[in-house]
DNA sequence: TTGTATGCGTTATCAT
DNA sequence: ATGATAACGCATACAA
C-alpha cells in the first residue's frame, strides 16, 4: 500500500500499460483518451495511490497552484474566520493556501515578494490596504491579487468587502427608529476606506432623518480609543443619548467607560457597533452591532481571485456583501421614552 | 529590474561569469567557493533579483520546504495566536505554512494525506488530538510531524502543549487560598487528556489541602454545557461556594447562569477558567483562569518539528510549557468571609 | 488515439 | 576551486 516512495506517473504508467503522456492526459483531458484506457489508467492510479508530485507539475507550468495569502496580522480575531472561506474555497479548487503575516512590517512585506516568486504562487490575497511590498517598484507587474476588506493603496486590484455605508446606515436607522437625535460617532481617524465609508453612512442615515449633523469624534479603533472619546463628550458636558461606533472594540471600550461612572445600557445610553466580533455577544448587555459575513467575504475573494486565473477576462473591480444588523440589548430608547 | 520572467541560476551564472554549478555552490555552500568568486555571484544575485524556484528545488530534493498544518477548525480563535507562533518561527528558518483544516471530517483528512504527498511538505503539524487520516494504514511510516495541544491518538508523536494539572492546580490553590472548601469542577467528558489532567489538578489541590473529593460534573466544554451543570447543581441542591471549570466557555455559562438566578460574581459565587479566550477579559466580571502561552506553543512546536528535520534525532516527546494564572475578578473569599 | 522526446530550474556527482 | 551533466516528475509538441 504506501510504499516508501510515493508513486509516480511512470509507476501509473507500468501498471496500465501505457505510456506517461497517455496517464497525463487520463488524467488532464479525459476526453482526448480512449474509455477503455482510461478505465486502466484509473485502475492504475487507485492500485498506486498515485498523487501528481506539485512540485514537478508546477516546475514544469512555470506556475503553482498555491495562492499567498498576506495579513498584516493573522492573530487578530477576525483573520481566522476569514481564512475558513479562503481555505475552504482554494481547496475545492484543487488550490492550496500559503500564510503569511507581515506584521505591518514593510521589510517582511518584501520578504514576502520573493516567497511568493519563490514559490510561483498563481496568486495573491491581501489584507493589508496598502500593499506590503514596496508600491512603485513592482506595481506595474503584480500577480493575479485581490484585497479583502478594503482596496489595496495604488488601485488596480478588486477587494472584497462589505458596504460599509448600508452597515453604518442600518445602525443610525435603527437608533432614529428608537427615538434618538443626538447620536454621537466614534470614528478611527485612521485612513481606512471601510472607517471613512461607516462614517458616510451614519451621516446619510441622520441627513434623511432631517437631523442636523451631529457629534463627531474620531479615535483609532481601540479599547482604549472608545473610552477616551467617552471622557471627552463627559467633560465637553454635550453627550448624546446614543453612541454609535465605527467598530466592537471602541464600542466596548465606551460600555465600560460608561459602566464605570455609573450609568445603565441601553437605559441611560445606547450603543452600536460594528463588525461583530465574537465577544460582542458576551458583553453585558450583549452588543448591538452590524455584522461582517466573515467567512462569506473569504469565499468571495477567493472565488474571485480564481475566476481570474481561469478566465483572463477583467474582473469586478468591487464586491460588496450585504452587511446584517445583529440586534442584541445595548440598544433602547433614548431616557426621555421614544421621541418623534 | 523585475523583468517579466524570473531570474534563473543561470541569468545569475552568465552575469557573474560562472557555471551555475558554482551559483548553487556560493549559495549552499559559501566556504566551498573561492572568496572572489563568491562575491561576483553576490553582486550577480543582487542585480538579477534571482530567488531560488522552490518549485525546481523541491523537485530536485524531494522534499519542499512547506510544512502543512492541519486543524480541525481553523476558525476557533485559540488557532490563530498558534498560528502566529508556528508561522514566525517557520518563516526564520525559510519554511512556508500552509494551511488545511479538516472539519472534524475524515474524508477530509484523508485528502489532506494526499496534498501533504503532493506538496512534498517537510513536515505535519497536527492540532487534532487524532490522526486525520485512517490511522492503522499510515501510522506505519509517517512525515515528522509534532503535535499541538495534546498528544495524537495513537502515540508516538510528539507535541507541545501546556501543564494541565499544573493549571488546574495553581487555579484550586487560589480557590483553596480564599477560603473556599466546596469547590465543584465542571469538567468534559470528552476523551481529550488535557481535560483528564485538568480534573486530576484539581484533585490533586483539594487532596493537598486534605479536602475530601468534592463534586465533579461532567459537561461537554461548551457554554450551554456550564449553564446546565449549574442548573443540575441546583436541583441537587448540593451547592458549592466556587465553580472550577475545565474551560472557559464552560465558565461563561456558568457565569451567566449565576447571573440569571440574580446572583453575584464573586460575592455569592466564585468562577475560573481555563485557556483565557479573549473574551474572559471582557466578562463582567472579568474571568480569572489559566492562560495558555498560545504564540509560544506555536512557536515551540515549530522549533521542535524543524529539530526533528534536520537532526535526525529523537525528538522528544512531551514539551509542556508553564501556564500562567490570570487574576481577575471572579474569584473572591466565600460568601461566610474567609473560614479559619 | 497513443507514444517519444524535450525542457522546466535545481542540486549533486564526477571530472578536471 | 570550478565546470559539465544527469536526474528529479511532469506536461506537451510533435510524430506515428
Avoid at 458596504?163 to 485612513?191: C, M, P, Q, W, Y
Avoid at 460600555?255 to 441611560?268: M, S
Amino acid at each position: 500500500m504506501s510504499n516508501s516512495t510515493p508513486a509516480t506517473i511512470e509507476d501509473v504508467a507500468r501498471i496500465a500499460e501505457v505510456s506517461i503522456a497517455t496517464v497525463s492526459r487520463a488524467i488532464h483531458m479525459p476526453e482526448k483518451v480512449a474509455k477503455s484506457t482510461r478505465l486502466k489508467v484509473n485502475q492504475a492510479i487507485a492500485i498506486t495511490g498515485y498523487t501528481t508530485n506539485a512540485m514537478a507539475r508546477s516546475l514544469r507550468l512555470g506556475r503553482s497552484n498555491m495562492i499567498l495569502v498576506v495579513a498584516p496580522d493573522i492573530g487578530d480575531p477576525n483573520f481566522s474566520s476569514i481564512l475558513v472561506g479562503l481555505e475552504n474555497e482554494a481547496r475545492a479548487h484543487g488550490y492550496g493556501v500559503l500564510i503569511g503575516h507581515t506584521q505591518n512590517d514593510a521589510q517582511r512585506g518584501l520578504e514576502y515578494l520573493k516567497f511568493f516568486n519563490s514559490y510561483q504562487a498563481a496568486g495573491l490575497i491581501l489584507f493589508t490596504g496598502i500593499l506590503p511590498f514596496g508600491h512603485q517598484a513592482v506595481t506595474a507587474r503584480l500577480p493575479p491579487s485581490v484585497g479583502v476588506f478594503e482596496p489595496v493603496f495604488n488601485g488596480g486590484i478588486p477587494y472584497v468587502g462589505v458596504d460599509d455605508v448600508e452597515g453604518a446606515r442600518k445602525a443610525v436607522d435603527l437608533l432614529i427608529s428608537e427615538g434618538h437625535r443626538r447620536i454621537a460617532f466614534i470614528g478611527d481617524s485612521n485612513t481606512r476606506l471601510a472607517y471613512r465609508r461607516r462614517r458616510l453612512g451614519y451621516e446619510a442615515g441622520l441627513a434623511a432623518a432631517g437631523i442636523p449633523s451631529n457629534l463627531v469624534l474620531e479615535g483609532d479603533g481601540t479599547v482604549e480609543s472608545g473610552r477616551l472619546a467617552l471622557e471627552q463628550l463627559f467633560m465637553r458636558d454635550d453627550l448624546p443619548t446614543a453612541f454609535m461606533c465605527v467598530n466592537d472594540q471602541t464600542a466596548l471600550g465606551v460600555a465600560l467607560g460608561l459602566k464605570a461612572r455609573g450609568y445603565e445600557i441601553p437605559d441611560d445610553f445606547s450603543v452600536t457597533g460594528f463588525d461583530d466580533i465574537p465577544q460582542a455577544s458576551f458583553m453585558t448587555p450583549s452588543l448591538t452591532t452590524v455584522r461582517q459575513p466573515r467567512t462569506a467575504i473569504g469565499k468571495h475573494a477567493m472565488a474571485l481571485l480564481l475566476a481570474m486565473l481561469s478566465d483572463r477576462a477583467a474582473p469586478e473591480t468591487e464586491i460588496l456583501l450585504r452587511p446584517d444588523l445583529v440586534v442584541r440589548n445595548s440598544v433602547g430608547p433614548p431616557p426621555g421614552g421614544k421621541k418623534r
